[in-house]
């Protein structure tokens, strides 16, 4: 069982930056592709962002070079720092954790999930 904690969400105006945060329970954290999603009001939950245990990233059009997802494994930590924010980026922010994936994008794939933190960036 993995347990994950979001931390790190908040009010920032357009063009601000946040760094989020997820700590993860458990002693295998550096074999779990890690996973961030995000839900808007009245929208389905929508991939950002993947870092997976070799390292290799991946992200959503809508956020390539703005947002950097990182790890730190002697921390149980991933990170998703975000920069020139928008908008359109306010939402619910989810880690996710899976230790065997196909495609990252889809929700259903990962098997445990944080809390999320809120982000709202006002214009």
């Known amino acids: 069982q993995v347990q994950l904690v979001e931390s790190g969400g908040g009010l920032v105006q357009t063009g601000g930056s946040l760094r989020l945060s997820c700590a993860a329970s458990?002693?295998?954290?550096?074999?779990?592709?890690m996973g961030w999603f995000r839900q808007a009001p009245g929208k389905e939950r929508e991939f950002v962002a993947v870092?997976?245990?070799?390292?290799?990233?991946s992200y959503a059009d809508s956020v390539k070079g703005r947002f950097t997802i990182s790890r730190d494994n002697a921390k149980n930590t991933v990170y998703l720092q975000m920069i020139s924010l928008k908008p359109e980026d306010t939402a619910v922010y989810y880690c996710?954790?899976?230790?065997?994936?196909?495609?990252?994008?889809?929700?259903?794939?990962?098997?445990?999930w944080g809390q999320g933190t809120q982000v709202t960036v006002s214009s």
């Open positions: 996710a954790a899976a230790l065997t994936i196909y495609y990252y994008m889809v929700s259903g794939q990962y098997d445990y």
């Open positions: 458990g002693r295998t954290f550096s074999s779990y592709t």
């Open positions: 870092m997976r245990s070799g390292g290799s990233t």
